[in-house]
T-cell receptor
Framework: SQQGEEDPQALSIQEGENATMNCSYK?????LQWYRQNSGRGLVHLIL?????REKHSGRLRVTLDTSKKSSSLLITASRAADTASYFC????????????FGSGTQLTVLP | EADIYQTPRYLVIGTGKKITLECSQT?????MYWYQQDPGMELHLIHY???????EKGDLSSESTVSRIRTEHFPLTLESARPSHTSQYLC????????????FGSGTQLSVL
């Protein structure tokens, strides 16, 4: 069963604008992670937020986590054409079934 | 830079052929995973391993099999490929700590004619 659902499915913005992607999940988690995937390639880890954290920053990335709503958001500020990629959230389940389950992804296009 | 490698990068084969997709990592990770991904879609876990001689099936049923004879090596085999197996296959690994990230290989794009 799909743990994470992301919206929007696709997002197109101009260079310099901010991009916000959202992720919702269903079960308890130990942490939530965001990954980036360029077309036809493997995924690259961007940032991890633990279940007891509410916000985290890394460079132009800002991640929030609301465990009461079972949702997270990824904000990319001052976007660049090179940020064009698919972005996936992944939940790291709590308890014995600790595997990463990926959302459906958001395809971000940054226009120059 | 991730030290996890997949070969081949692309593979085009005919129906009925036996194939093995290779995955190796040099990070000493015990946990390794195979995901299947169709273009523009989510990743589906098809196999995972928590160490040598340990393999489990994932959430998505797959006709493929895996083996884990050595820590660094986690190959995936299809005994008789079919067009429905056409997809991208991604291998990943991570450490055994509580908050570990996944390292992915570049993937194998498989096309079965």
């Amino acid at each position: 069963s799909q743990q994470g659902e992301e919206d929007p499915q696709a997002l197109s913005i101009q260079e310099g604008e901010n991009a916000t992607m959202n992720c919702s999940y269903k079960t308890s988690i130990n942490n939530l992670q965001w990954y980036r995937q360029n077309s036809g390639r493997g995924l690259v880890h961007l940032i991890l937020i633990r279940s007891n954290e509410r916000e985290k920053h890394s460079g132009r990335l800002r991640v929030t986590l609301d465990t009461s709503k079972k949702s997270s958001s990824l904000l990319i500020t001052a976007s660049r054409a090179a940020d064009t990629a698919s972005y996936f959230c992944a939940t790291d389940g709590a308890g014995s079934a600790r595997q990463l389950t990926f959302g459906s992804g958001t395809q971000l296009t940054v226009l120059p | 830079e991730a030290d996890i490698y997949q070969t081949p990068r692309y593979l085009v084969i005919g129906t009925g052929k036996k194939i093995t997709l290779e995955c190796s990592q040099t990070m000493g990770h015990d946990k390794m995973y195979w995901y299947q991904q169709d273009p523009g879609m989510e990743l589906h876990l098809i196999h995972y391993s928590y160490g040598v001689n340990s393999t489990e099936k994932g959430d998505l049923s797959s006709e493929s099999t895996v083996s884990r004879i050595r820590t660094e090596h986690f190959p995936l085999t299809l005994e008789s490929a079919r067009p429905s197996h056409t997809s991208q296959y991604l291998c990943a690994s991570r450490g055994t700590g509580l908050n570990e990230k996944l390292f992915f290989g570049s993937g194998t794009q498989l096309s079965v004619l």
